[in-house]
Structure formats: structure tokens, C-alpha cells
């Protein structure tokens, strides 16, 4: 007879591990008193003559640009410009925008070639880190972009926006991002009658630690695509714009105040895709992004813009807003779960969590909330959502938790059998001692005070718990399921040790030329 082993968690699987940089959304630029002191001294001479001559450079640009799109329409059948019109906007505007740039003490440098519109029709940019970056649409020669229609409403910028011929995203139309593809679609098939279309495929800015998850926009169409890289080789960080950091005000000022700002743009040799990429937009971005992050020596993250959003929630709930982040792309694929669940799932962590500092739950706060004192089997519970043993629980670690341990046990034959157990004369209700015994041998305290609980099971105050109160109960509360499933755990396997003493090896062990078996308490397959 094979000796039964204790049910352990298996190593953590590499492909829930934590990511490489765990907070690509987070500007933590330090300003020294020497730095300071040294804007404070440039600041006083180039801030003003720079705001003159960025002046002077707008006054020539603005009336040039109304000219270019005079009479010309955005909406509609838009046509691409021609003659005049798109030679004033590929030289003229081109050149008043390296003017603007250079005024603003911008130092390019270009490396690689960029190819022409019938050999790559879109040009994909990364990483984006700042609202500087649309000097690359004037290095490019002025391509077509992806802007909100809300932007051509902007005095003075708005009408150098139309130049551009971008295609136009809506928050108000229900059908815009259909329509946005399409567009793209469309010019990117025009045989290289629209100029290129440039997109920022990572949808936000980061910090340029990585490559996070590349939106599909720019692959659907399945045509080639040049990555271009852009770099901010400079000594201190003024450009960097994120989430969390400097303000758009700040990095401007810190921007003007330096002798010169390096922006360096590469132009990679295009990327053909394979008949696989054409059909499978997904695979298409992911092996663009590899090539670009390894040219730019960076790892590549599953991060999204969703992951910002779960930032602004995580900060509104009066979590560090960096508790939000969960790599969203990945954990919505391989567990199936929606923005809208996770928020749901960030709302429970911030009530676990809302007494504790960093957003990380300790087991006496895991304890706290369930109201259950520290036992063998919470630290059991507890151990399986601590992915990474530092003994702490992030929302990450908990989203996964909650997700692969407990909602699986929540079956209604797991709580049947748990309400049976509960329901020791078999009247199919549970009253406050029948719950209380159980639980004081379940978790091993004597003195143990179920009040709080019994009560918040007990719905109705009827002073007994039926089977649809402990369902709803254990629905609202996923983790009581597999708190109750580990105690089972336990109690087998202590069962077996008292009837075999000796035979069985310590836990996660086997005895030798036997395989490990697999244990389902930690495991979800990829």
C-alpha cells in the first residue's frame, strides 16, 4: 500500500510568477539641491528666451497650418492630401516643428532608416513615456495618428492635429473602436496613397523599464510594420511622464531649464509578418514587441492601460496606488476574469487591507477580517495565497488566491458536506453552538467567540443558519470555502499519521524511485 502524502503547494508556475519590473507606471526622479540649484540658474536665462522664441515659432506655424486645412475635411470621405497641401504639410510643417523642438533645446539624433508608405504602412512607436514624444511625428515626416476628437478642439494645437489627417477616436460613439480599425484597415491597404499611420501600441505612458502589453490596432491589418525606438539618453530625467510622478507642468519647466535634452529615435528594419502573424493580431504584437524590447535591451511585462485604471481605483479606495497593479493582461487570459471583476476583487482586498500600510495584508489583518483567530489551518490558507513567502499577501497574490483556490471550492457538494458537518442533529439548520463546537475543534481554541460571524451568517436573525444563508454567506465569501477544504486537508492527512505511524516521509517529500504526485491545491494549467 502507497503511503498517502500530505497535500502541499507545488512551486508557484512561472507563468503567474511576477513580473520583471513590477511598476512600469511610477516616474521616481530625485532631485538633488545641486540639480535644483543648477535649473534655478539656467532656468533664469533660457525659460524666458526660449517662451519668446516658442512664441514666435507658434505665430509662424498656426496661420500656415489653417492654410494647409482650409476648406479640408476631417469627417466623411476623407481623402488623403495632395499636391500643395501635402507638400506644405510634409516640408513646411515639418520643418516649423524641428524649429519648435530645437527652441524648447531638443537634441535629435536619428539612427536607421525610415522606409516609405508602400513598403511599411504603419510605424509602431514604443515605449511612450511623454507628452514630448510627438517629436517622432515630425523626425517621421508628419504620418497619420490615432487622436481623440476632443484633441481638435484644442486652441492653437487642435488645428496642428487636422494636418495630421488623424484617424479620430470618440468616447461618446459606441461603434468608435470598430470604426478606428477600420480606418486603419483601410489606409494601411491603400497601396501608399495615405501616408503612414504612426501608433503608440502600449495605449499609456510608462517609465521605459519595459515593454508592456502592445494593443492590436496596429496588427489586425496584417501588413508590414517598422518599429521605431525611442530613447531619452540624459543624465537627469525631465520628460518622463507617467502615473505617478511629476506633473505635465513640472517636467516642462524642467525640461526648459536644461542646456539640451537628447531624444534619440532608431528606425528598425521593417517587420514582415508570416501568414500565422496576418491571421493572429495577438501573436503579430507579441513578436514585434519581443524585437523591439530586445534592440532596446528591456524585458516585456504583461501591464495594460487597465492596470491604470486599477491604480486610480486602488488610490480612490486609500490603497498605494501602485496595489493596483496585477499585470491585467495576463491574469484576465489565463483566469478568465473581466476589468469589472478584478475591480470587484480590488474592492474585498481594499476592506482586508484597509487598516494595514503598503496595501499587503500580514496573517494577523488575513485573521482579523475572517474573524478567526491565527491556527494551523488559517496559517495553512495563508501560505497558499503568499506566492512569493514573504509572508504578506499583495492584491495580486490575492486576485490569484481568490480566483484558482477558493471559488473552486466553492461547490455546492463542498458546502453541503460542510453544512452537514455543521448540522450535527441532522434538522438541516445549524444553531450557534452546533457552529461554534465545530469551529473551536476546526481551528483548535477553546475559548473561541463566534458571535460576530454567526451573526453575519445568520441573515434572516433567526438565531440558525440555513443551507441558503451558508451558500450566500460562502458565495460573498470565497475564502471560508477553502479555509474549510484545507481543514479537511489536515484532518485526513493527521488521520493517516496516527494510523500509519512512520510510514509517511515529510510533506512534499517521496520516498525514493517514487514520483511526486501532483497536488491540486495550487495549480491551474496554462
Known sequence: MTPAQRVVALPRQQSLLLPAVINPFVQDTKLSRAAILKCVLLGIFLVPIRAILLSLVLMVTWPVAVIITFKHPLKGAVEPMTGWRRFMCRRLMAALGRTYYFCMGFRVVVKGKQVSSSEAPILAVAPHSTFFDGIVCIVAGLPSTVSRVENLATPIFGRFVRCLQPVLVSRKDPDSRKNTIQEIDSRAKSGGRWPQ???????????????????????????????????????????????????????????????????????????????????TAPLFASRVRETMAHALGVPVTDHTYE??????????????????????????????????????????????????????????????????????????????????????????????????????????????????????????????????????SALGVSDLNMTKLFKEIDADCSGFITFSEFQAFATSHPEYAKLFTTYLELQRYQAIQEALPGDLELAGQTSSGEKQEDSTSDKKDD
Request: net charge negative; hydrophobic share 40%; charged share 25%.
Open 197 to 279: 499611420v504612426l501608433i503608440f501600441p502600449e495605449g499609456t505612458c510608462t517609465n521605459r523599464s519595459c515593454l508592456i502589453t502592445f494593443k492590436q490596432g496596429a496588427f489586425i491589418p496584417g501588413v508590414s510594420v517598422q518599429p521605431v525606438l525611442m530613447r531619452y539618453p540624459n543624465t537627469l530625467d525631465t520628460v518622463t511622464w507617467t502615473w505617478q510622478g511629476f506633473s505635465s507642468k513640472t517636467l516642462l519647466l524642467l525640461t526648459l531649464c536644461q542646456l539640451y535634452t537628447t531624444v534619440e529615435i532608431e528606425f528598425l528594419p521593417p517587420y514582415i509578418p508570416i501568414e500565422e502573424e496576418k491571421k
Open 307 to 440: 492596470d491604470c485604471r486599477l491604480m486610480i481605483s486602488a488610490g480612490e479606495m486609500t490603497l498605494p496606488m501602485e496595489a493596483g497593479l496585477v499585470e491585467f493582461t495576463k491574469i484576465s487570459r489565463k483566469l478568465h476574469l473581466k476589468w469589472d471583476n478584478v475591480r470587484k476583487e480590488l474592492e474585498g482586498f481594499a476592506a482586508m487591507a484597509s487598516s494595514c500600510k503598503g496595501g499587503r495584508i500580514t496573517i494577523e489583518e488575513f485573521a482579523r477580517f475572517l474573524k478567526l483567530p491565527v491556527s494551523p489551518v488559517l496559517e495553512e490558507l495563508f501560505a497558499l495565497f503568499d506566492r512569493n513567502g514573504d509572508g504578506t499577501i499583495d492584491f495580486r497574490e490575492y486576485v490569484i488566491g481568490v480566483t484558482i483556490l477558493c471559488r473552486p471550492a466553492n461547490t455546492e457538494d463542498v458546502l453541503q458536506m460542510a453544512f452537514r458537518l455543521f448540522d450535527t442533529d441532522e434538522d438541516e439548520k445549524i444553531t450557534r453552538e452546533e457552529f461554534t463546537a465545530l469551529l473551536r
